[in-house]
């Protein structure tokens, strides 16, 4: 089949939310709708929680908490739809973030009683940089929620993007009604389908139907009345441009757990999104529509996914053309003809082996450790290489202290390793000559889980001693020189391992005195890989 075709049904997204908001419940519920498992529960059990999906760190089971970004692919409508999960939980790591370099869209999942939490705000940042259009979805509206205005005032000012409501809630907690669609003017009446475990009717009313007073009652009709007219008034109109351009995100409202407002989302979601898009290269743009050339590029690489064999997976983005299993690519990075071998794809909660998946699609393969987070993988003739992945700011910092120093070469090859996947970066202080190690990492858990591997793959103790530094910024400028620095009494410089220069600071506030103080100075919060 011609591989457009394909690519066209195509709809490759990330999910992102504050943990709680009800990010695996409003998944499972597409999943439901996708037929991909039959009543819901089955991907989130309660004493499987939240490692039903991906359970394959130790770590992970230890906590109960999903350490690495998975990825599902179910079909609705006639479209294949490929959900980017990412952890939202506190401990968090570049993971999450580079899961959102390969998504096209992202949908947000927002806890209508709690409005824009911390870790939201995070992701949200990665977004906007990259201009990819973002859907909010407000959950749990059949408990109280904040007002419905509020809501999303707290939005537009917390992540500095306006908002569209698509439709617009009836009450909430005990008194929720239902939602009202602007577009349609019906509403969309609340029932809990048997608490959400099956797909099942709706059931909806024309407002201007003379028994929707009766259905909801004369004081939500009234209410639901001057807050529409206060809406049409105040809200940016939808605008399809604007949504592509991740300048205005479209709101819909609902209930995950009672499955009320999902298959609308999930329907509104998917006429407003793009197939896959060009992606900038450095032979310029590669349009998946017109490249038939097999290519990708990989955004995260898992270790230990089989502990007999220390293997490695190299999760990639597939860009353009037709991936078709054992098949020979050229790695751009490695300068060299490799065979993908071992083609994986998460399929609801169990990963399968794959033969065909097509530009849009996220697959796993095996990596003998060559790879690294962001090559690029191609059987075109001309050879490039995808845009690189920023390196996020790790917010927090240790200094590494080897307990058996006669273990240095297993140290050295281990904390390497571990850093070329991406789980931590690592730093050296600059010219002090000393060889003691830095290590960064966006989440504290990583800290752990860094001692666990060294410990159990590479038969090295470490102690972590704590820095107090939670700021981070590249230095732009090329050959800078950095004894003129004037910074303040906070601030330590550091080298990465390609030797550019960096800043920590203890204070933010240090970050803006330093930049006033150097007036040349150019910072940034994302480094280059
Ligand atoms: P997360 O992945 O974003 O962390 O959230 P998750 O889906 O696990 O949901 C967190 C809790 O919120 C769960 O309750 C879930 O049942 C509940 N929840 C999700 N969506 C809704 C909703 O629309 N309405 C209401 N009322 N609750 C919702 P839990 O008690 O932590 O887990 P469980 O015992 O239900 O499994």
Redesign the pocket.
């Known amino acids: 089949m011609d591989f457009t075709n394909e690519i066209k049904k195509r709809r490759t997204f990330a999910i992102i ?1 504050h ?8 998944t499972e519920k597409f999943l439901l709708y996708g037929g991909a498992i039959n009543t819901a529960g089955s991907v ?1 059990g ?1 004493a499987t ?2 490692h039903a999906v991906s359970d394959w760190m130790e770590i992970e089971k230890e906590r109960g908490i999903s350490v690495t970004s998975s990825v599902l692919q179910f079909s609705y409508g006639g479209y294949c739809i490929n959900i980017l999960d990412t952890p ?1 939980h506190q401990d968090f790591s570049e993971d999450t973030y580079r899961t959102l370099m390969a998504a096209d869209s992202a949908v947000m ?1 927002i806890d209508g009683s709690k409005g824009v939490e911390a870790q939201t705000r995070k992701l949200f940042k990665v977004c906007v940089m990259r201009h990819i259009p973002i859907f909010t979805f407000i ?5 109280d929620a904040m007002d419905t205005f509020e809501l999303l005032d707290d939005i537009e000012k917390e992540l500095g993007i306006a908002t569209c409501p698509i439709n617009w809630p009836i009450g909430s907690g005990k008194a929720f009604q239902g939602v009202y669609e602007r577009k349609t003017k019906t509403v969309e009446l609340f029932s809990d389908t048997q608490k959400g475990t099956r797909v099942g009717e709706v059931q909806r009313i024309a407002a201007s139907d003379g028994q929707l007073e009766q259905v909801i009652g004369d004081r939500a009709k009234e209410k639901l009345e001057e807050e529409i007219e206060l809406l049409d008034g105040a809200s940016a109109e939808f605008d399809q441009e604007l949504v592509s351009k991740g300048e205005l995100s479209p709101v819909f409202f609902g ?4 499955n009320f407002g999902v298959e609308t989302f999930l329907r509104h979601f998917l006429t407003m999104t793009t197939p896959p898009l060009p992606r900038l290269s450095d032979h310029g743009p590669i349009d998946p529509m017109e490249e038939a050339d097999f290519s990708a590029f990989v955004f995260k690489i898992q270790a230990n996914m089989n502990k007999a064999h220390r293997d490695r997976i190299a999760f990639m983005r597939i860009c353009s053309g037709t991936f078709t299993a054992g098949m020979d690519v050229y790695h751009v990075q490695g300068g060299k003809q490799i065979r993908l071998s071992q083609p994986q794809q998460m399929m609801a909660s169990e990963r399968k082996m794959i033969e065909t998946a097509y530009g849009g699609d996220i697959i796993g393969v095996f990596d003998p450790g060559i790879f690294s987070i962001g090559d690029t993988l191609t059987t075109s003739r001309e050879k490039y290489a995808y845009e690189g992945i920023p390196t996020f700011a790790p917010e927090h910092f240790a200094r590494v202290r080897q307990l058996d120093t006669m273990k240095r070469k297993q140290f050295v090859k281990g904390i390497n390793q571990i850093a070329q996947e991406g789980a931590i970066q690592i730093f050296q202080e600059y010219n002090t000559g000393m060889e003691e190690i830095i290590v960064g990492v966006v989440g504290v858990l990583q800290f752990d889980v860094l001692k666990y591997r060294l410990k159990n793959e590479y038969n090295v103790e470490i102690l972590l001693e704590n820095l107090p530094y939670e700021h981070i910024r590249w230095i732009e400028n090329e050959g800078i020189d950095m004894d003129s620095l004037s910074g303040t009494s906070d601030m330590k410089k550091i080298k990465d391992l390609h030797e550019r220069p960096l800043l920590l600071f203890v204070h933010e506030w240090s970050v803006r005195m330093t930049l006033e103080r150097n007036p040349d100075l150019k910072l940034s919060e994302f480094g280059r890989s």
């Open positions: 939310s943990p709680d908001a009800g990010k695996t419940t409003l989130k309660k929680a939240k939202g999942v959950n749990k509206m059949d408990r209930s995950a757990l009672t």
